[in-house]
């Protein structure tokens, strides 16, 4: 018997190391990592756009802690009067969100119908203003209007901001004394607070408006309105910190190895996010790493603001590499992307930051949007761009370019949630202070208007990427894939699991990532590579990249030294083009001198055609198709006014060198145009 028990605790053995071995074997040592951009859990940007902004048809991409609310109870008032409530809180207040509901039959303007101040004292009050230094960063301060197609009901709007507002008092004004009092309602404050901006995460108070016990003063003439509930409803995108305890054994389930974590400026929601999850009790149980965003710009040594200098966001981006979770590669060689430009020299500062800080060069990862643009960076990666996975764009990148690749998966790149409700970056952001009627706002729309991805399709393309990481070891040396996104769900492109009607948690896309990733069943699928046939020119019609965007893959710009940096942006993909959906155009809104083009390499000598279709406005001072050959020699055809397509080509090309250059240049006053399309290089048989 003693016998029989030992031979099958030794078969039990041999089977967890077999089902280990099997649990370990699709990914190959492959570690994979998910974008998490949104900060749930710390307040700012919650609810602005992942969930409570988008109509109910698309309710089913809220994430699993998303709370639909009737909002039972509310503040209103019983006369047409200005009437006020005051709030204090221990420390200063580092951010607000107040939920709102309006009547849609009466008129009424959300810019000026509640007005919020501030006070240190309670007594002398200050309007709220826009956030200090942070004037390129439109994101910290809205109000915004929330409409459901076809719904009959209230009118949602919140009022938020994240920054210090400089008190610890708030004042929250009904200021219309013109239509009716019982509209707009108060359902739910929310208050962030602290002493230091950096902190800002730590102390959240709430009032759901069931009395005025959390208030620290109110006017007469306010009362509890608890009428018609279903008609006031509130989605709250709160996550506390068992929710994110709840999401990192999800990620960890799925085959997730680490999360990329946003590090924004110091004072940002996206840096409170980063400190919230170093709290949370399992946060350790997956890898992390940080990818760098830095919208606003660094202070320069001199001035006096809450912004840092360059230096010290390196030193700081240093003590989240101290951590035992911290993501590595080759010889412990700490891991970060950066979807900033960086220049050589700053690069060059960074990287002895983190040497001085005790630990190995850093192996840097330029996901920039579009195409490289950190020089000197270690590998190239992007931060999204496309519907699953494109072999294409990786191949061009290793192949072409001659960079190292960290590969990355899309989940999804649909943003047509936004579009009842276009959220107020991006677009127009009206001309109040912070506030975004519905009305001024235009849709801030950018990605591939494309269904979302089947589970199928998921699956096919998750295994292809994976297998073009374990199939390239030279060029992913890194051995690494990313996955856009964990949290973008108005972009389509999350994991995390969402709220189903019954209340449920959903999790369809991360148990195909969980097949795919853990189980060890390979999955079949057919590669799919774009055929370029006889023509030298990658990326011809601007189609590769799926969606209109700067720096399309394959091309690159060059501006003169006199202009603006952001002159880079004259060169765009867009929409139109020549028997396609896209086309590149040269146009700018200030005088412009910009090129675009592509080094084309692994040429054979011989007789070529160069040709494009293009259009243009012919107000340029130079408007040209260009190509370079033979280490020298230039030929260009100008282009005139052309108003519909039209295919210019220069021809019976003599190529007796291996590699050439080919593009568009423009030398033009502002806002003339140059578009060109179906591009080709091909050689006369």
């Known amino acids: 018997m003693n016998k029989i028990l030992v031979f099958l605790l030794t078969l039990l053995v041999f089977a967890c190391n077999g089902q280990e071995k099997l649990v370990n074997d699709n990914k190959k040592g492959v570690k994979v990592g998910v974008s998490k951009y949104s900060p749930f859990g710390v307040g700012a940007k919650r609810i602005y756009d992942q969930a409570a902004f988008i109509p109910e048809k698309w309710k089913h991409l809220r994430p699993f802690f998303t709370e639909k609310k009737n909002d039972q109870d509310r503040f209103v008032r019983t006369t047409n009067t200005k009437e006020e409530i005051i709030y204090k809180v221990d420390e200063n207040i580092q951010g607000y969100c107040i939920y709102t509901t309006y009547d849609p039959e009466v008129e009424h303007d959300i810019c000026n119908d509640l007005i919020l101040y501030v006070s240190e004292n309670g007594k002398d009050w200050n309007l709220i203003g826009s956030p200090p230094e942070n004037d390129t960063e439109v994101l910290r301060k809205a109000v915004y209007e929330i409409k459901q197609p076809n719904d009959p009901e209230w009118v949602n709007v919140q009022y938020f901001g994240f920054f210090d507002i400089g008190g610890n008092y708030l004042k929250i004004q009904w200021n219309n004394e013109e239509n009716v009092a019982a509209s707009p309602q108060i359902n739910r404050v929310e ?12 102390n959240m108070f709430i009032d759901e408006c069931i009395d005025f016990s959390k208030t620290e003063s109110h006017s007469e003439n306010l009362q509890i309105n608890s009428d018609s509930p279903e008609n006031h409803r509130s989605i709250i995108v709160y996550a506390d910190n068992e929710a994110l305890e709840q999401e990192i054994e999800y990620a960890i389930d799925g085959g997730i190895d680490f999360f990329i974590w946003l590090m924004g400026e110091k004072d940002s929601p996206h840096t409170w996010a980063i400190d919230q999850y170093f709290t ?23 001035e006096t603001s809450l912004v840092e200098t360059w230096e010290e966001y390196c030193q700081r981006l240093t003590t989240y590499m101290a951590k035992p ?79 190292k690749i960290v590969p990355n998966f899309g989940t999804g790149m649909n943003d047509s949630t936004r579009l009842d409700n276009p959220p107020y970056f991006g677009g127009e952001r009206g001309a109040n202070d912070g506030c975004i009627a519905a009305s001024e706002r235009t849709a801030a729309v950018w990605g591939v208007d494309k269904p979302l991805l089947k589970p199928d399709e998921m699956r096919k393309g998750l295994q292809e990427a994976l297998d073009y990481v374990i199939d390239n070891p030279e060029s992913c040396e890194a051995q690494i894939l990313t996955v856009f996104d964990w949290d973008s769900q108005t972009e389509s492109g999350w994991l995390c699991p969402s709220l189903a009607d019954d209340g449920s948690v959903e999790r369809v896309r991360l148990d195909v990532f969980k097949e795919v990733l853990v189980t060890g069943k390979h999955v ?15 990326n011809p019609g601007f189609e590769i990249n799926q969606t209109k965007r700067h720096r399309p893959i394959g091309w690159h710009t060059t501006i003169n030294d006199n202009n603006d940096i952001n002159m880079y942006y004259a060169f765009v993909s867009k929409e ?33 055609n160069f040709s494009a279709y293009v259009k243009s406005s012919g107000n340029q001072n130079v408007a040209q198709i260009f190509i370079e050959i033979n280490e020298g020699e230039k030929l260009t055809y100008d282009i005139k006014k052309i108003d519909t397509w039209r295919k210019i080509s220069i021809e019976n090309i003599q190529i007796k060198s291996n590699e050439s250059v080919l593009g568009f240049y423009t030398d033009s006053p502002a806002n003339e145009w140059l578009m060109f399309d179906d591009i080709e290089l091909i050689k006369i048989k």
């Open 191 to 202: 208050i962030n607070y602290s002493n230091s901006p950096y902190d800002g995460w730590k």
């Open 280 to 302: 949370l009790s399992n946060y350790t149980d997956i890898g992390f790493c940080l990818e760098l965003w830095h919208p606003t710009k660094f202070r320069k040594p001199g």
């Open 325 to 403: 979770n911290y993501v590595t590669v080759f010889d412990n060689r700490p891991v970060f992307y950066t979807i900033n430009t960086i220049s050589e020299a700053n690069l060059e500062i960074l990287r002895k930051t983190v040497i001085d800080a005790g630990f190995n060069n850093p192996y840097i990862i330029d996901a920039f949007w579009g195409k490289p643009a950190t020089l000197g960076a270690d590998a190239r990666s992007e931060y999204n761009g496309t519907n699953g996975f494109i072999a294409d764009i990786w191949d061009y990148y290793a192949n072409n370019d001659k960079l």
């Open 524 to 538: 079949d699928y057919e590669k799919t590579r774009v055929d370029m046939g006889d023509n030298l020119v990658f």
């Open 576 to 608: 139109g083009g020549d028997n396609s959906d896209l086309c590149g155009i040269l146009s700018f809104s200030v005088d412009y001198e910009v090129t675009a083009y592509q080094k084309i390499s692994n040429i054979h000598e011989g007789t070529y």
